[in-house]
């Protein structure tokens, strides 16, 4: 076992005339492959991102503050699913500033940090991770697997 690390290329992120699209060219590929097994998703932004924390009022069933940030979670079915695959950006940016993705049991699976930059798969085994590090690297991230060296 062990996790997977993908950043989007800082230079990428700096290149303004790049669309959503271009710098997280991921986003498709991991909404369409790789999210069907997580039942919900905790999202945090920061509480004066007030126009983000609107819309996902209107989806999620538990919304509480925290200090600086709004956490929200909300049920993955095949409205909310469509929402964040296909309304995922403001002006080319990620809407939220980290997403962390829980299956039935509440296990913690893929997160999703710093606005999209980051994205780690948890607890998968050097196999369940070879197609997923293909993807992000044919996607141009920056990707690595790390072992477990407890297993």
């Given at each position: ?14 290149n ?52 600086l ?27 939220w ?28 085994t ?17 990707v ?8």
């Amino acid at each position: 076992m062990g996790y997977i690390k993908a950043r989007v290329n800082p230079e990428m992120l700096k290149n303004k005339q790049l669309g959503f699209d271009e710098k997280y060219s991921y986003w498709q590929e991991l909404w369409t492959n790789y999210t069907e097994p997580y039942t919900e998703v905790q999202i945090q932004n920061w509480k004066e991102e007030k126009q983000v924390i609107e819309e996902l009022e209107q989806i999620s069933f538990v919304s509480r503050d925290e200090g600086l940030v709004k956490i929200q979670l909300v049920m993955l079915e095949d409205d909310t699913r469509n929402y964040f695959r296909n309304k995922p950006h403001i002006d080319g940016k990620l809407k939220w500033f980290s997403i962390l993705f829980h299956d039935e049991e509440m296990r913690e699976g893929i997160e999703i940090r710093n606005y999209g930059e980051e994205v780690f798969f948890n607890q998968v085994t050097k196999d369940e991770a070879e197609p997923i590090v293909e993807m992000f690297e044919q996607c141009q991230l920056i990707v690595e697997f790390v072992p477990d060296d407890t297993d």
